[in-house]
C-alpha cells in the first residue's frame, strides 16, 4: 500500500501547525519553505549581539499552542520557556498621559483612577464582550441557514457593529476607547471596520513572550514536527504546482526537487499559489481573481534598532498614540496615506529577556501599519530612510532622548521586503483584511472550490488573521483534509 503524502508550502506558523497535525495523524508531510529559515513572517535576525523578531512580539493566547504540542504527544514546557509581559501594554499619548493594560484586576483599577466614569461601562463591556463569544457569534458561520438561526442573537447584541463604535457604546473616555480598540490592529484590522466579534477588551494587557525570542518557539514547533518523522526542505521554494483536473497531483521546487503528493496545504501567499504556482490552471486563474478583489490589510514599516543603555522604564511593548485617532487610521487603511501620526507601536523585548541584546544593550522595534502598495505604490528605497527618521523623532522626543546617537545596530523593514521575502500580494504584512464587517459572517474556504486536494492554511485563511487565526485555520484544514471537517 502506498502512504498518504502531503505537502506544505510555507512554513510560517499557520503552515507548521498543519504540518504537525497531519504527520501526527499519519501522514507522510513535507514542508516546503523559500527562506532559510522557518517561521515565515514570526522571523528572526541576529546582528552583533542583539535577536530581533520581526513578527509578534508576544503571544496573547498559548493555550492552542500546549494543545497542539499535547496532540503530537509532548509537553511544550521544557521546549519553550514563556516569560510574563508585565504590563501587556502600555498605551501613551502625546500629552503625556498613560495607561498600562495589565490583568483584569488592574485594569479595572487603572480605569476606577482615570475615568470613574467609565467603570462600570468597562464592566459591561466585557460583559458584552463574553455573550458574544458565549453565544458563539465570535466564530464564523459555516452558511447562510446558521446565519439565519444566529439573527436573534446577532440582533440582541447588536453584533454587527465595528469594534471601536462597540468600545464606544459603553466608555465615553476618547483614550479609553482607543486603548481598548486598537489590538486588532496587530492582525491588520481596522478597529472601525473590523466586526464587534474580534472583541477583546482589555485582552492586550495578558501576554508572554518566549525565553530567547519568538524564533525559539518556531524552532521548537519545526523540531517537534521533525521528531514526528515531517521533513522540512528549507532554501527551496515551490515554483510548480501540478494538476491534473481537479486534482493537485505534484510539486516542483527551485531546485529541481519534485514530488508526487496526494494533497497539498498552501500556507504561501494564497494569490501567489494560485496566479504563479498554479499558472495554466483556470480554476486558479479564477480564485487569484476572486482573492484579488478582497480588501487587503496595510502593510508595515518597521525599524529595528540595538542601543547602548538599558531602559528598565520603557515596557516590554508601548503603543505612542498619535494626535488622531480615527482619521489616522482611515488614512492607512482607506485613503492610502502615509499619516505622520499612525499610532506607532515600540517593542523591547530585552526588558523582558535581557539575553536579547549584550549586557548593558537593549533591542527595540518600533514599526507602524502603512498603506500597501496598491494604495501607496511608492518605491520604499527612496522612502525608507525618511520614514526612519520620523520614527526616530517621534521616540526622542517621546521616549528616547539622544536615540540617534546611542544606536549601535539595526536595519528596517519595508511593504517592498514583505514581496521580496514572502511573495506578498500588494506587500500587505497580513493578507487579506481580517474581519471586516461584511466579511465576518462566513467561515473563510480552507479548500479550494474548483481543485479538490488544494487547502489554504494561515492567517490570511481564517477571517480572524493574525497568528491565532492563523493557528485555527490550520486546525480547521487539517479537520478537512483528514475527513473530519
Ligand atoms: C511587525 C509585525 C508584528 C506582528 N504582530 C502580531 C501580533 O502581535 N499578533 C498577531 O497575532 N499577529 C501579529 N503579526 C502577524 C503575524 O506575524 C502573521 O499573521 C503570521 O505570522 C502569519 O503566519 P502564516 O502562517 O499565515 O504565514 P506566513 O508567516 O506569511 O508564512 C508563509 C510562508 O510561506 C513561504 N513561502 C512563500 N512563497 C513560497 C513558495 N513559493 N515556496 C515555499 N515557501 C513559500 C514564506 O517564505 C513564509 O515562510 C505581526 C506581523 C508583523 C509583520
Known sequence: MTETKAVVIGAGIGGLALAIRLQTAGIATTIVEARDQPGGRAAFRRLEGYTFDTGPAAIADPAPLTALWALAGDDMAPAVTLLPVDPGYRCHWPDGAVLDLADDEALRAEIGRRAPGDAAGYRKLRDHAAALRREGLDQPFADAAALLRAAPWVVRHQAWRSVHSTVARFVGDEKLRQALSFGTLLAGGNPMTANAAALR???????????????????????????????????????????????????????????????LGANCDMIHACRDLLAGSAAAARTAARLERKRQAPSVFALHFGIKGTWPGIPHRTILFGERYEEALSDTFGHGLLAADFPLFLDHPSVTDPSLAPPGCSTFRAFALVPHLGKFPEDWRRIAPLIEQR??????????????ERIVTGFSYSPADFVGDFNAYLGSAFGPEPLPAEGTWFAARNRDAAIGNLYFVGAGAHPRGGWAGALESAHSAADLMLGRG
Open 201 to 263: 477588551p482589555g485582552s492586550e494587557g495578558e501576554a508572554w513572550c518566549v525565553a530567547g525570542g519568538t524564533n525559539r518557539l518556531i524552532a521548537a514547533l519545526a523540531a517537534l514536527f521533525e521528531r514526528r518523522g515531517g521533513t522540512i526542505r528549507l532554501g527551496d521554494a515551490a515554483v510548480r504546482i501540478e494538476t491534473l483536473g481537479d486534482r493537485v497531483t505534484a510539486v516542483e521546487t527551485a531546485s529541481g526537487w519534485r514530488t508526487d503528493c496526494a494533497m
Open 391 to 404: 520614527v526616530l523623532d517621534v521616540l526622542e522626543r517621546r521616549l528616547i532622548p539622544e536615540v540617534r
